[in-house]
């Protein structure tokens, strides 16, 4: 590991005390890391490299490798998928790693290129699942140039292993799929995906396994018409037809499904449904009561990304705050129960997106879109920036944090659980144990019986741990998976 990038952890770990997230990198504007200066100098010529039109949107870390999309809405993105290998030496603001090379990032290159990704997600078979929209442009000016499909990689050889293209009935003149979730079974057969279509007011669910497709509709899909105003930075515009964006699934409950959570953008209603009925394309037809009401985060609650750790709390990103938002699922969800687990009006303008890394360390993407898209960036200011803190430190003191009742370790002996970037040795889950609570003045008691009235009864298997975290340097071992998660998939495409 490099000297630079242990001394970063040192400074990270010293600062924990004061700061909840931690800036890990920062850009004016976005680069790349081109085999060499001429072919760099030769993309800015020819008008494939445009830093300044250049958006970061989504994140997503799976051991040494943190993954940033950003997509083609203007000219001059020479690539999507990037990744920033954590494990090379430091700097404040890394050039991007086409992923996974520049020939799989061609523009146009419908059967072998990637054109436009928005959110990924790696799963615990060492997959990457990629949904490529194969578009070019922004609104109005939009080229669809590759129909929707979903890529799939093995992280393990860097090796594309599927290329699924949906089905047209699963796409309607409108649709625009941003968000990703996925519902992950026994084996890695036994995987879903989850596609939230906010522009188009659907749900699209995938199986792995059958390698199928299959849309719902539902009114719960639908943005809410008094909430389409949003003051973002300084700016008030109209984002009044934002319906289902940001969802989530919970753990697995105790009938062997998920529980997913999703919201329009231009709400402040969270809505749910158990993904037995995701799973079962014969419920396309005859479900609507199957959805459920959740609750209302409370104003100024607009959100785009949202994730789920196994304890059952969701981070979510409020756009209007500048801030990280929780709940815990245990309590009702109302405004009491709502927290901020961090913001910052200078450093948090738009966090674009949330995620939870397996060793349950939180990495938040900040860029300014509002700004982007609705005005003009300042580039001699810093205007992306990517977070990163352990869960539990983010929700200490507030309505989230997980109680001590609930955690048990399973073995006697105490281990380090957390590394920031890699952990050769993760501890085991612990088992849940569900005793009373008592009830504070601001919040809700866990296990509330009306959260039976309006919502799916879920249990999660609590996974948090006791001991705070430290931040330590990066090991070079590489961790094998569980023997459940040994692949067993064939390698095909469907086009």
């Known amino acids: 590991m490099s000297v630079q990038f242990f001394m970063l952890c040192t400074l990270v770990t010293i600062a924990s005390a004061a700061v909840k997230l931690q800036e890990l990198y920062a850009w004016n504007a976005l680069d790349w890391n081109y085999p060499d200066q001429y072919t760099r100098q030769q993309a800015i010529q020819t008008g494939a490299l445009i830093p300044e039109n250049a958006l970061p949107v989504g994140i997503e870390r799976w051991r040494n490798k943190l993954f940033v999309s950003v997509p083609r809405w203007f000219a001059g ?98 649709t625009f799929i941003a968000n990703i979730a996925l519902d992950e079974g026994p084996t890695c057969d036994d995987t879903f995906a989850y596609f939230s279509d906010e522009l188009g007011y659907g749900l699209i669910a995938y199986s792995w396994r059958q390698n199928k497709s299959w849309r719902f509709s539902h009114s719960y899909f639908f943005p809410d018409p008094l909430l389409g105003d949003f003051n973002i930075a300084g700016l008030n515009f109209q984002w009044g037809t934002e319906g289902i964006f940001g969802i989530s699934a919970s753990a697995v409950g105790p009938d062997g499904f998920r529980t997913l959570y999703f919201s329009p953008l231009s709400s402040n209603t969270e809505f749910a449904v158990s993904t037995r009925i995701l799973r079962d394309e014969s419920k396309v037809s005859g479900s609507y009561r199957d959805f459920k009401v959740v609750g209302n985060r409370g104003p100024n609650s607009h959100t785009t990304a949202k994730v789920m750790d196994d304890s059952g709390v969701q981070l979510f ?131 509330n019986p009306q959260l039976t009235q309006n919502i799916i009864p879920q249990v999660s298997a609590y996974s948090a741990f006791i001991n705070t975290p430290k931040l330590t340097q990066i090991s070079n071992k590489t961790p094998q998976p569980s023997r459940w998660l040994q692949r067993s998939y064939d390698v095909y495409e469907n086009v």
């Open 77 to 174: 993105v020479p690539a999507t998928l990037n990744y920033i290998p954590l494990d090379a030496p430091y700097e404040p603001s890394p050039k991007l790693n086409p992923y996974p090379n520049w020939a799989s990032n061609a523009l146009g290159d419908c059967e072998n290129g990637l054109n436009t990704v928005y959110r990924i997600k790696a799963d615990k078979c060492d997959r990457l699942w990629v949904l490529d929209v194969g578009t070019y442009g922004y609104d109005p000016n939009v080229t669809n140039l590759c129909p929707y499909s979903l890529n799939v990689y093995d992280l393990n050889t860097d090796q594309r292993i599927r290329r699924y293209v949906f089905r047209p009935e699963d796409i309607v003149a409108s």
């Open 317 to 447: 990103n409020l756009i209007d705050q500048n801030a990280i938002g929780c709940w815990n699922t245990f309590r009702p969800l109302k405004p009491q129960n709502v927290a901020i687990v961090d913001k910052d009006d200078v450093g948090l303008v738009f966090p674009s997106d949330v995620k939870i890394d397996a060793e349950r360390n939180v990495w938040v993407m900040s860029d300014r879109m509002a700004v982007f898209l609705e005005s003009q960036l300042d580039y001699s200011d810093i205007n992306f920036r990517i977070y990163t803190a352990p869960l539990d430190r983010l929700l200490e003191e507030t309505a989230c944090q997980l109680p001590a009742q609930f955690y048990k370790v399973q073995n006697t002996q105490l281990t380090k659980y957390y590394d920031p970037f890699f952990n050769p040795n993760p501890q085991p889950s612990p088992t849940y144990v569900a005793p009373a609570v008592p009830q504070s003045q601001n919040q809700e008691p866990f296990n």
